[in-house]
């Protein structure tokens, strides 16, 4: 009588046993004997402000990210705040769109100078976005959350402190990136590709950043007038040079850099040796007394290193007359400068 009973409680405990087998774990997740999910959900932008528990059998699967809210006035100017990943914090983002505007419009990414001034560069650009029906993107990394040159034309990719690198999610050269592929995802934009400018300390942002990360999706870039530069070589240590740099550069980035259609240009008239925003450090002045003469050996020196290793050379440099430092003025020249290559798919300085 004992054994039959034991036999009576072994079976209804196996019968328990594989019913909750078939069960949704206590989290919501499926048990491992459920097949999880093969797709992910849709994403709308590059980052998110939320967490949320994802369950177990989907742990890998990114968490679906905020959307981006534009707010466009009735002349075409607006602006959006995009999430930075990790935080509750925003990016400022400026923006203008012609008269109709739509996805397929081209969009130049624009990069402040030193007073990351984005409303008034965004407001530069208006007349000729109108012109030449451009769509502008000037994103403001404000002082607070990227302080000094470390966080703006340094990339933000070291701690000023510190200098550890920092994750590559609060690197302002990704953060341009991450943008346009937002734009893209929202259906803003179905270009693959975007221009980018940048003046002065946005020049210094624009070269480090193509150095450092040589990026697919910028179809061409116009620099100009930067107070001083990372040369493509490592007899410099960084920031003046490649030596030591946080991201290695290799032969091959160096390559996909030359080869970039980018057009360096400076002012005849931006030869102050005493401008107070000049920097002044013996590593700058080796590289000329003043920003005409930087500009001409900094495009000097990497077509040399071009030519030394065997590299494509795809670079144009001018040297704009009766033109100072200014940024509304290189602004309207860099318009008609992109307008040209949407055309023929060249610059012609």
Same mark, same amino acid.
């Given at each position: ?20 087998? =078939? ?14 999910? *093969? ?8 980052? &998110?402000?939320? %967490?949320? @528990? ?23 100017? !607006? ?6 990943? !990790? ?17 397929? &419009? #081209? %969009?130049?990414?624009?990069? *402040? ?9 965004? =407001? ?31 990339? =933000? ?7 550890? +690198? ?17 734009? +893209?995802?929202?259906?803003? &934009? ?7 400018? !940048? ?8 070269? +480090?950043?193509? *150095?450092?990360?040589?990026? #697919? ?23 003046? !040079? ?7 550069? &290799? ?13 360096? *240009? %400076? ?12 920097r002044h450090s013996k590593q700058a002045m080796a ?6 003469? +930087? ?15 065997n590299l494509p050379f795809n670079w144009h440099f001018?040297?704009? #007359? ?6 509304? @003025? ?20």
């Amino acid at each position: 009588m004992i054994r039959v009973l034991r036999c009576v409680v072994l079976l209804l405990m196996f019968s328990a046993t594989a019913k909750a087998d =078939n069960l949704p774990a206590a989290d919501g997740s499926a048990s491992a004997a459920v097949p999880a999910p *093969t797709t992910a959900p849709a994403v709308s932008a590059p980052a &998110t402000t939320e %967490v949320t @528990k994802t369950p177990p059998a989907e742990a890998t699967t990114p968490p679906k990210p905020s959307a981006i809210v534009f707010k466009t006035q009735a002349d075409g100017s !607006g602006s959006f705040h995009f999430p930075l990943t !990790g935080s509750k914090k925003f990016l400022e983002v400026f923006t203008y769109q012609p008269a109709g505007s739509d996805a397929t &419009t #081209p %969009v130049i990414m624009v990069m *402040t100078g030193v007073d990351r001034n984005a409303s008034t560069y965004r =407001n530069d650009w208006i007349k000729v976005a109108d012109q030449y029906h451009f769509r502008i993107i000037v994103p403001r990394f404000d002082e607070q959350d990227f302080p000094g040159s470390y966080g703006y034309n340094l990339g =933000n990719i070291q701690d000023a402190k510190t200098h550890r +690198r920092l994750p590559k999610s609060q690197w302002s050269f990704a953060l341009v990136n991450d943008i346009f592929d937002a734009l +893209r995802q929202q259906g803003v &934009t179905s270009q693959s590709q975007y221009y980018l400018f !940048g003046n002065s300390a946005g020049c210094q942002f624009v070269h +480090r950043m193509l *150095t450092l990360l040589p990026q #697919p999706e910028v179809k061409a870039a116009i620099c100009a007038a930067a107070g001083w530069w990372t040369l493509p070589d490592t007899d410099q240590r960084w920031p003046y !040079g490649l030596r030591e740099s946080p991201v290695k550069v &290799t032969q091959s980035q160096l390559g996909d850099y030359f080869s970039k259609p980018i057009l360096f *240009t %400076v002012g005849a008239n931006d030869d102050d040796p005493e401008n107070r925003l000049l920097r002044h450090s013996k590593q700058a002045m080796a590289q000329g007394a003043n920003r005409l003469e +930087r500009a001409e050996n900094y495009f000097t020196i990497s077509q040399q290193q071009a030519e030394l290793n065997n590299l494509p050379f795809n670079w144009h440099f001018v040297v704009l #007359p009766d033109i100072g430092h200014s940024g509304s @003025k290189m602004s309207a020249y860099a318009a008609g400068q992109f307008s040209h290559f949407e055309q023929q798919h060249e610059f012609n300085p």
